[in-house]
């Protein structure tokens, strides 16, 4: 396959991988439009018939194709050139269909997908409960999934539970909600000393990486979650963001509105034009640092507890996440 090809073939895979449902070549020349990647639809309907015979998609009748676990794998596996950027344009996606509505307090948020090892899973559930008793997650809110059940697109194999966790860039959503674009710049390692935010020790920026940030860091266990919910002192993943100026008391009066939803809040909001946590900051906008998402997966990782994580997995509606007293309780 020339190279030209197998990047249509990845941006059409990609455009499927997002979808909830099934989708025809119509749809797809729109996604693709929305996302500034022109293709007609005689051409997607060309390389979907190249899809289907490499057993990357699969029809369903006349509501379109899907992606097959061997199409996931193939973008997965995509050129790493290619990926560069794909984090970045994941979260605008995500953010820009993101239906939850504060005010109703329902919708569609982004949350995490993880499974942990069923066999030390009472383990793993207190050492989540820790963290999220501790405030260093990301709202109070989790999914439970019974080992060979189904979590997203995903089927859970007999010896793993499934986890969503509300992601960091739902924040991001309720705020476009509100008027208030979010510029997210990168994802690190945040030192806390004395309960509190001290400095980033390690950073990588999302429009220059193939792979989420705080997953690198939570498998290579680099941080040091639990000793920062026990005793105030130690490293956990966060997320730095930038907002107009203008918008900053808005954004504090939101973020005090969704901590007491459960949805999460802002870790610090800083000043206009000023630096924060010592990171520069562009004229005319506010530093806000945002804990991470999968912060609660990376303490039961550093127990030696076998997770997968995936960042920004899916969409799901915020009513299906239970306060997690009463998610965990069972397994307690």
Known sequence: MDERSRRKILEILRVLDEADRPLGGTRIAQALSLAGREMSQRTIRYYLERTDAEGFTRPEGRRGRILTEQGRQELEHGGAVDKVGFIAAKIESLTYRQTYRI?????MVVVNLSSVQ???FNEAAAHMR???AAGLSMGSRIKIVEPGGRLGKHQLPDDAYGVATICSFAMNGVFLDAGIPTQTLFGGLLQMIGHKPARFTQIIYYNATTLDPLEIFIKGKMTSVSKAAVTGNGVVGASFREIPSPSAEQARRLSARMQRLGLG????VGRPGQPLLEVPIHSGRV???VI????PLGAVEEAGISTKNQAMGMLMPFEDLLHYEEALKPYL
């Open 103 to 107: 005010r109703q307090n329902k919708g």
């Open 118 to 120: 069923a066999d030390r």
């Open 130 to 132: 820790t963290v999220f």
């Open 265 to 268: 809040s802002l870790m610090l």
């Open 287 to 289: 530093g806000v640092v």
């Open 292 to 295: 991470g998402g999968l912060t």
